[in-house]
């Protein structure tokens, strides 16, 4: 296995630096996929301008976003500007979905800090456009052990829909064999348990996906450099249940470049920005990897390898 992983970027500028003069985008910049249509972008995602360039006059089914926790830009806002930051990109999202379409959003938890800013982020959006439908949570987020060596920043993740969007249940269900039985209920006069009225032998996700393994450096869809990435199966489970082949799906926060990832396997669109130009070639890069070698990420290794080494 490699061992050139690249410490976090968005917390080394000497890195940073070093790095920069390799990316393709810069502010303002869009790369379209001349195979697919996918389209990465150097905006911000708080400017509606910006996001309606993006978006030209397409309109999206559904919208992942991972936002920074608390962070804008590198740097620590106050609770207050936070939330009233995620107001205006959470606007924008409505902006560009259609009609029937669906928001996920993952989101920190800081059980040091009072849990924030999930909270608060969840009684912004009550006086928005979009309905609640589920909260989720990943189990392996939740830590091991002792309290002492759990994760202190949670990652949930909140899905809100507009309007009637479509969901594909069958995208739930998880490769978890069903084994207990209950749950009776008559039948055509018949009492009956679950496992006789289930149309699969597996169980449903539900809202806490035990069956997701966290991003670490051992895992081939690894991309170093790049913090509290997500487990591609999340977002090929969230796209195949709200979206169908050919839909647009946006994500205005790139960073690793996973939702355009999984739109590229799952057939569908990814119109994605970033407002570090890093992020919007890492994501670009681990596009052209994928097609080129069949591999998901770079493990311990990272997307400048040909140009760039990590000092040992």
Request: proline share 5%.
């Amino acid at each position: 296995m490699k061992n050139n992983p690249l410490p976090r970027l968005d917390t080394n500028p000497a890195l940073r630096k070093a790095l920069l003069p390799f990316c393709r985008l810069k502010a303002g910049a869009v790369w379209e996929d001349s195979l697919t249509g996918h389209k990465v972008a150097c905006l911000d995602a708080a400017f509606a301008d910006q996001v309606a360039y993006l978006m030209g006059r397409e309109k999206a089914t559904m919208a992942i976003h991972d936002p920074p926790y608390n962070l804008v830009a590198f740097d620590e806002l106050p609770l207050r500007r936070f939330i009233d930051w995620c107001e205006k990109w959470v606007r924008n999202t409505e902006r560009v979905l259609s009609a029937d379409s669906s928001l996920y959003v993952w989101l920190g938890a800081d059980q040091k800090n009072g849990f924030q800013p999930l909270p608060d982020f969840m009684i912004m959006m009550r006086h928005l456009p979009f309905r609640p439908r589920s909260f989720i949570t990943m189990r392996n987020q939740r830590g091991y052990g002792t309290q002492k060596n759990w994760m202190a920043v949670r990652q949930e993740l909140l899905y809100y829909v507009k309007g009637d969007p479509v969901f594909n249940t069958d995208a739930e269900y998880t490769a978890i064999p069903k084994i207990l039985r209950g749950y009776y209920k008559e039948v055509n006069g018949e009492a009956t348990e679950n496992l006789q009225r289930s149309k699969s032998e597996n169980i449903r996700a539900g809202n806490v996906w035990v069956d997701l393994q966290q991003v670490f450096y051992r895992m081939e869809e690894n991309v170093s450099g790049c913090y509290a990435q997500k487990p591609i199966k999340s977002i090929d489970r969230i796209i195949q249940a709200s979206s169908a082949p050919r839909d647009v799906v946006v994500d205005f926060f790139a960073h690793s470049g996973t939702t355009l990832l999984s739109a590229e396997m799952n057939r569908r669109r990814c119109f994605t920005m970033d407002i570090d130009p890093l992020f919007c070639e890492i994501a670009i890069r681990r596009l052209e990897h994928f097609r080129s070698t069949g591999c998901l990420g770079w493990q311990n290794g990272h997307a400048f390898e040909k140009e760039y080494t990590s000092p040992k």
